[in-house]
């Protein structure tokens, strides 16, 4: 597998037929903005933070989850649009949106969502951790017991490390790091002074850093009663510049460009190459500024032009700054403002039989998380690298968490002298330092490790185990949805596999060869790879049920996704519903198709569930005139990922697995009434309620009453 290295900068490299397509089918009118897509699937994000039938902290979790969407959401794609529009390059949208017209709509749909979280943090979830006697209240609220213990705290652990920075004609303007939270203030001397040259001293600008490693919550008393640190830090702050006379402090916060040109067709190192990167990330361009309600016109002013920013990119907060670190009072030990906890199953073959190999050869096993304890897997790799008679391990890591019990394995077979390779992919977003990390341990303990593709991606989730067993060489495989992460695996559902069917094994030896040496295999019989047949091949199922269609044969397809961006993709999908195919697609984020259309897309339903759990599957069904055919993926129907990464779909051939994915996990999903929102042609989303006589089903408990 060969790849040229993408010299874009940003993520929406299009083809000169994307960008001017002819077929009428193309029209604008079919299709959603991308950014906009994105926001109403943080809506719904937000929304089940508005859910007053959620508990209380869990209600807490998803407001939290909303603003941490949003900053990654500035980083990679408001930058973006930002630079092209900056640069002049002026790109439309497939909705024929140019930069500068999405970037005004983002702030118009953005604005009342950011609204209605802080009305809600406010005004319901504060008052009713209060209830709870779970209190957050600003320093001068507090009593003088209390005032006490926290002046305590800061003199003890928040003074020593805090460094003031002030602005004048010796002291520039510092650099202010990505989503760090800072205090601004002006400052002067008590008693005004002339200079030599007769002028007064004038009051100058500062700004505190808060460190990050203090929490931001205080606690003042044993009973949860805590204090911001920010207003905590503002209250002490003269003791930063005695003698000197200051003014009120006033938080704010800048969000980052974090999306760099990686040019690794010129590296000679990757791994030197990506340590530079992660230390570039830290200095990108300010996209967005976020200030307090209370500062005041002149200093929001100098942020602004000092950032290189423009007032569209401020935002005002008019309450708690940086919801996510509100995430400190998850931690508290209230289980009754909480979910009830998950029980987690073993699947029943594995019950049954000790030996985790003897039972995947007996039969294919699927895995369903969380619902299926991850221990599954982690056992399955722990089991490789103690068992005397395997004599090879492979392994792609995108992204492997803390303390990853993988990781461990993987040391531990390599001190028992196994072959042990595993690609370890350095580029992944926002975990690109922990992963260097982990290749830097793995590869100082003796393992071959591979820094990924030029110019891709790889993304697969993927392990094959190489086992002596007699005169032969038995290989066992695992293909999944998703990442080797124990820690993610609690939230998110996925999907995965075990298996050792012949043609599954060679196709992954084939990729396995790819990805680590020079190997230009592209034949691959049962395995949908990308970037090399992956699009093609879903784009051939399509067309086949559409032929099926038009010839009066039964025709359907049901896909679960995260995202439908890929235009190739939803273009088949028109042209299938125009030809009669009944489709049902689960998106759980953005969706550029526009269901609902007369004469195109008539007959395709979208819906979107988001729950408890973090939907992240990918599974694909196509009926096939009755010879039904159905794949798990590590792929979303994206550009990037059909074009610029390595992905892997596997079909699943066990028939009673095929009717589990389509009867009961597919079918569940598009049961639900309690999670799901159906996507409208106007763009917004309906939530789906129960009919007259109808019970509520929430395919999350249902697929954990049944696991």
């Not at 043609?503 to 691959?524: C, E, K, M, V, W």
């Not at 550009?639 to 779909?649: D, G, K, P, T």
């Not at 639900?672 to 989303?685: F, I, P, Q």
Request: aromatic share 8%; charged share 25%; glycine share 6%.
């Amino acid at each position: 597998m060969t790849a040229t290295a993408t010299r874009e900068k940003k993520k929406s490299p299009k083809t000169a037929k994307e960008r001017k397509p002819r077929h009428p089918r193309n029209q604008k009118q079919l299709f959603f903005n991308r950014e906009l897509s994105w926001l109403e699937f943080n809506r719904r994000v937000l929304e089940e933070g508005l859910d007053q039938r959620h508990p209380l902290l869990e209600r807490l979790k998803f407001l939290a989850i909303f603003s941490s969407n949003l900053d990654e959401f500035f980083m990679v794609r408001v930058s973006g649009l930002q630079e092209s529009l900056a640069g002049g390059f002026g790109e439309i949208s497939p909705d024929g949106m140019t930069p500068a017209e999405q970037l005004k709509a983002i702030r118009a749909r953005l604005n009342p969502m950011l609204e209605q979280q802080m009305n809600c943090l406010k005004q319901q979830v504060f008052p009713a951790l209060e209830e709870h006697h779970i209190v957050i209240r600003r320093y001068r609220d507090l009593s003088k017991r209390e005032k006490k213990v926290a002046d305590e705290y800061f003199l003890e652990n928040v003074f020593p490390i805090l460094t003031p920075q002030a602005v004048d004609p010796g002291h520039p303007f510092p650099y202010v790091s990505n989503l760090s939270l800072n205090l601004g203030v002006m400052v002067e001397p008590e008693q005004t002074k002339k200079k030599g040259n007769g002028t007064m001293a004038q009051a100058r600008f500062a700004r505190i850093k808060l460190p990050p490693i203090v929490p931001k919550l205080i606690p003042v008393d044993d009973k949860g009663t805590f204090t911001f640190l920010g207003s905590l830090t503002a209250a002490n702050i003269q003791t930063l510049f005695p003698g000197m006379k200051t003014g009120r402090c006033h938080l704010f916060r800048v969000t980052r460009d974090a999306d760099f040109e990686i040019k690794e067709d010129e590296a000679s190192d990757l791994l030197r190459t990506m340590q530079q990167h992660v230390r570039r990330m830290r200095f990108g361009d300010a996209a967005r500024l976020e200030v307090s309600a209370t500062m005041p016109k002149e200093m929001v002013s100098f942020l602004t032009q000092s950032l290189e920013l423009t007032p569209d990119d401020v935002y005002v907060v008019d309450g708690p700054f940086n919801i996510p670190d509100l995430m400190q009072l998850y931690e508290l030990d209230r289980p009754e403002l909480k979910d009830q906890p998950l029980p987690l199953t073993t699947p029943v073959q594995l019950r049954k039989e000790e030996d985790i190999f003897r039972a995947i050869k007996r039969q294919d096993i699927l895995l369903h998380h969380p619902y299926t304890a991850y221990a599954t897997v982690t056992n399955f790799i722990s089991a490789a690298a103690t068992d005397p008679d395997v004599v090879a391990i492979k392994i792609c890591l995108y992204r492997t968490g803390k303390n990853s019990p993988v990781v461990r394995a993987l040391i531990d077979a390599v001190e028992r002298g196994k072959q042990v390779a595993a690609l370890v992919e350095l580029k992944a977003r926002f975990d690109e330092e922990s992963n260097i990390g982990w290749a830097n341990r793995l590869e100082q303990a003796g393992v071959h490790v591979v820094y990924g593709m030029v110019g891709l991606k790889t993304h697969c989730k993927l392990t094959l185990i190489v086992r002596r067993e007699g005169k032969r060489l038995q290989r066992y495989v695992h293909l999944a949805t998703g990442n080797y992460n124990p820690t993610t695996s609690r939230i998110y559902t996925d999907l995965g596999v075990f298996t050792t069917d012949e043609q599954i094994a060679d196709d992954a030896t084939n990729l396995f060869n790819s990805l680590t040496g020079f190997s230009d295999f592209d034949d691959y019989e049962c395995l949908l790879v990308a970037p090399i047949n992956l699009r093609k091949n879903i784009i051939k199922l399509i067309q086949r049920e559409t032929a099926n269609a038009k010839a009066g044969r039964p025709a359907r397809i049901i896909a679960k996704i995260n995202s439908l961006t890929d235009l190739a993709v939803v273009r088949a999908l028109y042209a299938a519903s125009e030809a009669g195919v009944q489709i049902d697609l689960i998106v759980r984020g953005i969706c550029i198709l526009r269901p609902g259309q007369a004469d195109v897309s008539t007959n395709i339903r979208v819906r979107s569930i988001v729950g408890r759990f973090l939907e992240h599957s990918r599974i694909f069904y196509f009926h096939n005139n009755g010879k039904e055919e159905v794949f798990i993926a590590s792929a979303d129907l994206m550009y990037r990922n059909l074009s610029r990464r390595v992905e892997v779909a596997v079909p699943i051939k066990d028939t009673k697995l095929k009717t589990f994915l389509k009867d009961t996990i597919l079918a569940g999903y598009l049961k639900d009434n309690v999670n799901a929102r159906e996507l409208r042609s106007d763009g917004t989303y309906a939530r789906v309620k129960a009919g007259d006589g109808e019970k509520r089903f929430d395919c999350q408990v249902e697929f954990a009453q049944s696991a």
